[in-house]
């Protein structure tokens, strides 16, 4: 399978370029950057891309065949309110729609291109709720989310849309305690990436998929993985 990665260069991204190198299923990432990557791999096609509003046509043929997107570029903060909705918001909804419009109809019948979205915990897609804290990105991301759930509606034979909600993202080899995830409404990168990833080769059950599922479900996906992976290395 060849998916799109976007965010690559970053903590979570970068987590899920590590876990799809290494996945059976994955066959071709075509990973859209603004600056190469210190990595090379026969599955690995990176792309600079300096404008994530507009999609040339060598970017979009390179991208041909791809069957999903897993989206993890954004920025907690901005120079601006302006640059935040740009980056959070415009980046996001532009290429969920161009990929929609112009790789989805290209795939095998009955086929739809999978756009999972990095989203989170405390979203909110009322803007007229009076927020306390963090009301800019809450809502730029309830908007994100309210858009991508419009657009898969209507585009319902070629489109579905998955939106993950992490809370706090903990480094792989953290010091905080495991059996404390749940009270401090936390995971780490690992399972979550694992879980985004699956998600874009499975689909999953509901669109919203809630911090509780990504670190559960995640722990045991990345389980298996890493035990396949190993059978894999075994010296015969």
């Keep these: 399978m060849k998916i799109i990665l976007t965010g690559a260069t970053g903590f979570i991204g970068g987590e899920v370029l590590r876990f799809a190198l290494f996945h059976p299923s994955i066959t071709s990432i075509v990973v859209l950057s603004r600056r190469q990557l210190p990595i090379k791999d026969p599955k690995l096609i990176v792309l600079i891309q300096n404008d994530f509003l507009t999609y040339s046509d060598s970017i979009l043929e390179a991208c041909a065949g791809a069957e999903a997107c897993i989206w993890s570029l954004g920025v907690a903060r901005a120079l ?33 291109f999978r756009f999972v979205y990095l989203s989170g915990m405390l979203t909110e897609r ?48 953290s010091c905080f305690p495991a059996l404390l995830q749940p009270w401090a409404r936390a995971l780490t990168v690992d399972d979550l990436a694992v879980k985004m990833l699956d998600t874009a080769i499975n689909g999953h059950k509901s669109q919203i998929i809630e911090l509780d599922v990504l670190r559960d479900e995640g722990k045991v996906l990345k389980k298996e993985l890493e035990k396949g992976r190993k059978k894999i290395e075994a010296p015969r």
């Design 80 to 112: 601006s309110a302006e640059q935040n909705r740009k980056i959070n918001l415009d980046y996001t909804v532009t290429a969920a729609r161009t990929f929609t419009e112009r790789l989805a109809p290209n795939l095998a019948e009955g086929r739809k």
């Design 126 to 173: 009322d803007p007229n709720k009076s927020l306390w804290f963090m009301k800019e990105a809450r809502l730029i991301r309830g908007e994100v989310e309210t858009r991508l759930m419009e657009m898969q509606e209507e585009h319902e034979n070629t489109l579905l849309a998955y939106i993950a909600r992490p809370g706090a993202v903990q480094a792989t080899n």
